[in-house]
């Protein structure tokens, strides 16, 4: 009758009716037996996994990763040979906001990619900025709870969020960042992604590097003004990328490292680990090794970008953690995570899964369809997989002291200010310096803000820079100077 196929039930059996459901009569009640309707409405109650608890709102797309440069001095790693070109996945996001929240409002942006690696998948789950609130993982729930709702209203609140940031100093690098125009990026195309941590590198002479990464974009940084931003529909910014590549202008992006020797972190002037700081660009240039270009869009954004699980954990051999404490949390904390969003087997779904053969003793649990076949355990005498320490022998170094509860040891030029003083002094322009005081004065005018609060505001910024904090307080009417 027709060429069109046969609608059918999950099972594949043809189904009876696209419009109708099962009844006695066509007036009468509806039948438990019909199964094609029970499906249907019993499916549709499970359509949502839990959105993320931070980062919920978010886009993606694939791409690629082509290195230029001969960086084999400094790691063995596969996909950061010359010539090498690796299939990647990213998922762009805000962070604070939930699955329906604007895509233009001001937060720092995610910047999660995963590289499908000859040798398993390397996950860098980065952000558009170099740097972090806070310093230690302690923190981070309470953190992200001020960004969220309030208990009793359920609403965000201006308040709370200047609570958590005056009271806590280590947060003035990055709030100063958030208050720039680069808060409120134009596009994902538009910004610069980073790895944000300090990673670590060894080559193949199991030489150690401290390293970081930096994603520049070649469409140049672009951004909306506070009012531009509030002006955006809710998913402008999945809406440009994925026309952009659908129309096939393949955003890319220049793939930079600064590299530090492993020796000069004992004494650096700065903390090299702390996630609130930078390593200026003078005391390691950043070096260009290949470029990263956005190509493809996924074809079920559910399948592929919801359900896509990206896990700071995921080194490859070549790569490895720093001490940041940061990061040390991260490790635990997103694979965690995903057994809990998505289910225990969420590797085994064809977006997290690695494209290099895998060889796990795990096995089993909900979802289960990959069969690792016998044998099951290890030690065995059956031919079963080995592990090769020599693989992973560059990770290792030497950690010793007392177990503390303490914060960072100071290097010499330690301090919270310094690095966000620099940025207000050094790198803004004229008209940057204006978005930002006006940035800072809209989000503290917010009715729920208090006047203690406002003094507080001033007080934080004063710290930063006299000339940002008296004109904070000019624009808050802050009489106190
Ligand atoms: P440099 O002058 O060598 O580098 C400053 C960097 O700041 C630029 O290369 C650019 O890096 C970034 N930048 C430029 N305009 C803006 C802007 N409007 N908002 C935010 N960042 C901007 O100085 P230093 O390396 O000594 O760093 C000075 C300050 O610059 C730091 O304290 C930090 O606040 C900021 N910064 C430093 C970065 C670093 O890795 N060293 C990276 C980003 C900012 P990019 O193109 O990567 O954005
Ligand atoms: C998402 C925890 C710091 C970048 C998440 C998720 C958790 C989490 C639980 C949700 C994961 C999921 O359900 O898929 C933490 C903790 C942190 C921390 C405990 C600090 C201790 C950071 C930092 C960065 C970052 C410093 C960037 C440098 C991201 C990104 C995502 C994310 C990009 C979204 C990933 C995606 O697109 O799926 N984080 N986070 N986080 N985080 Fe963090």
């Given at each position: 009758m027709t060429d069109r196929p046969t609608t059918t039930t999950d099972a594949g059996i043809p189904a009876p009716s696209d419009a109708h459901s099962q009844s006695v009569g066509p007036n009468g009640p509806l039948l438990l037996q019909d199964h094609y309707l029970i499906q249907k409405m019993a499916h549709f109650n499970r359509e949502r996994v839990p959105e993320r608890v931070v980062h919920a709102k978010g886009g993606g797309a694939y791409g690629v990763l082509e290195i230029t440069e001969d960086v084999s001095q400094f790691t063995r790693a596969k996909l950061f040979q010359k010539g090498a070109r690796t299939e990647s996945l990213v998922r762009f996001s805000s962070v604070?906001?939930?699955?329906?929240?604007?895509?233009?409002?001001r937060d720092p942006r995610g910047f999660a990619i995963k590289f499908y690696t000859e040798d398993g998948n390397y996950d860098l789950?980065?952000?558009?900025?170099?740097?972090?609130?806070?310093?230690?993982?302690?923190k981070f729930s309470d953190f992200i709870h001020s960004q969220k709702r309030r208990a009793d209203n359920n609403l965000r609140d201006h308040n709370m969020q200047w609570d958590f940031w005056t009271l806590s100093p280590e947060s003035a690098h990055q709030v100063s960042f958030l208050m720039t125009d680069r808060g409120t990026p134009?596009?994902?195309?538009h910004m610069n992604g980073y790895g944000s941590h300090t990673f670590l590198w060894y080559n193949a002479k199991n030489e150690k590097f401290w390293v970081k990464y930096h994603f520049k974009t070649d469409q140049g940084i672009k951004n909306f003004t506070a009012e531009e931003a509030d002006a955006q529909e809710p998913d402008v910014h999945i809406r440009d990328l994925y026309e952009a590549i659908k129309r096939g202008d393949h955003p890319s992006w220049t793939v930079q490292v600064q590299i530090m020797p492993?020796?000069?972190?004992?004494?650096?002037?700065?903390?090299?680990?702390?996630?609130?700081k930078v390593w200026p660009h003078a005391d390691y240039p950043p070096i260009t090794i290949g470029r990263w270009t956005l190509t493809r869009n996924p074809e079920n954004y559910f399948a592929e970008i919801e359900q896509a699980a990206f896990e700071p954990a995921n080194f490859v051999p070549g790569i490895g953690p720093s001490p940041d404490k940061m990061l040390q949390g991260r490790l635990f904390s997103y694979p965690d995570a995903h057994r809990y969003r998505i289910g225990t087997n969420y590797l085994q779904l064809p977006v997290n899964r690695p494209k290099s053969p895998v060889h796990s003793y795990n096995k089993d649990g909900a979802?289960?369809?990959v069969n690792p076949g016998d044998p099951v355990y290890a030690p065995n005498s059956m031919g079963g997989p080995v592990a090769d320490p020599d693989l992973w022998a560059g990770e290792s170094y030497e950690v010793a002291g007392e177990i503390v509860r303490s914060a960072?040891?100071?290097?010499?030029?330690?301090?919270?200010f310094v690095q966000p003083r620099a940025l207000w002094e050094k790198v803004l322009s004229d008209t940057d310096r204006d978005h930002m005081v006006h940035n800072i004065v809209l989000h503290a005018s917010a009715p729920e803000v208090t006047g203690d609060m406002k003094k507080r505001v001033v007080e934080y910024w004063r710290n930063v820079h006299k000339d940002l904090g008296d004109r904070v307080a000019k624009g808050l009417g802050v009489n106190d100077s």
């Amino acid at each position: 009758m027709t060429d069109r196929p046969t609608t059918t039930t999950d099972a594949g059996i043809p189904a009876p009716s696209d419009a109708h459901s099962q009844s006695v009569g066509p007036n009468g009640p509806l039948l438990l037996q019909d199964h094609y309707l029970i499906q249907k409405m019993a499916h549709f109650n499970r359509e949502r996994v839990p959105e993320r608890v931070v980062h919920a709102k978010g886009g993606g797309a694939y791409g690629v990763l082509e290195i230029t440069e001969d960086v084999s001095q400094f790691t063995r790693a596969k996909l950061f040979q010359k010539g090498a070109r690796t299939e990647s996945l990213v998922r762009f996001s805000s962070v604070a906001g939930e699955l329906g929240s604007a895509d233009a409002g001001r937060d720092p942006r995610g910047f999660a990619i995963k590289f499908y690696t000859e040798d398993g998948n390397y996950d860098l789950v980065g952000n558009n900025t170099p740097i972090f609130f806070i310093r230690d993982p302690q923190k981070f729930s309470d953190f992200i709870h001020s960004q969220k709702r309030r208990a009793d209203n359920n609403l965000r609140d201006h308040n709370m969020q200047w609570d958590f940031w005056t009271l806590s100093p280590e947060s003035a690098h990055q709030v100063s960042f958030l208050m720039t125009d680069r808060g409120t990026p134009a596009s994902w195309r538009h910004m610069n992604g980073y790895g944000s941590h300090t990673f670590l590198w060894y080559n193949a002479k199991n030489e150690k590097f401290w390293v970081k990464y930096h994603f520049k974009t070649d469409q140049g940084i672009k951004n909306f003004t506070a009012e531009e931003a509030d002006a955006q529909e809710p998913d402008v910014h999945i809406r440009d990328l994925y026309e952009a590549i659908k129309r096939g202008d393949h955003p890319s992006w220049t793939v930079q490292v600064q590299i530090m020797p492993f020796e000069d972190a004992a004494d650096y002037r700065f903390n090299p680990f702390d996630l609130t700081k930078v390593w200026p660009h003078a005391d390691y240039p950043p070096i260009t090794i290949g470029r990263w270009t956005l190509t493809r869009n996924p074809e079920n954004y559910f399948a592929e970008i919801e359900q896509a699980a990206f896990e700071p954990a995921n080194f490859v051999p070549g790569i490895g953690p720093s001490p940041d404490k940061m990061l040390q949390g991260r490790l635990f904390s997103y694979p965690d995570a995903h057994r809990y969003r998505i289910g225990t087997n969420y590797l085994q779904l064809p977006v997290n899964r690695p494209k290099s053969p895998v060889h796990s003793y795990n096995k089993d649990g909900a979802m289960t369809y990959v069969n690792p076949g016998d044998p099951v355990y290890a030690p065995n005498s059956m031919g079963g997989p080995v592990a090769d320490p020599d693989l992973w022998a560059g990770e290792s170094y030497e950690v010793a002291g007392e177990i503390v509860r303490s914060a960072y040891r100071l290097h010499r030029e330690d301090d919270d200010f310094v690095q966000p003083r620099a940025l207000w002094e050094k790198v803004l322009s004229d008209t940057d310096r204006d978005h930002m005081v006006h940035n800072i004065v809209l989000h503290a005018s917010a009715p729920e803000v208090t006047g203690d609060m406002k003094k507080r505001v001033v007080e934080y910024w004063r710290n930063v820079h006299k000339d940002l904090g008296d004109r904070v307080a000019k624009g808050l009417g802050v009489n106190d100077s």
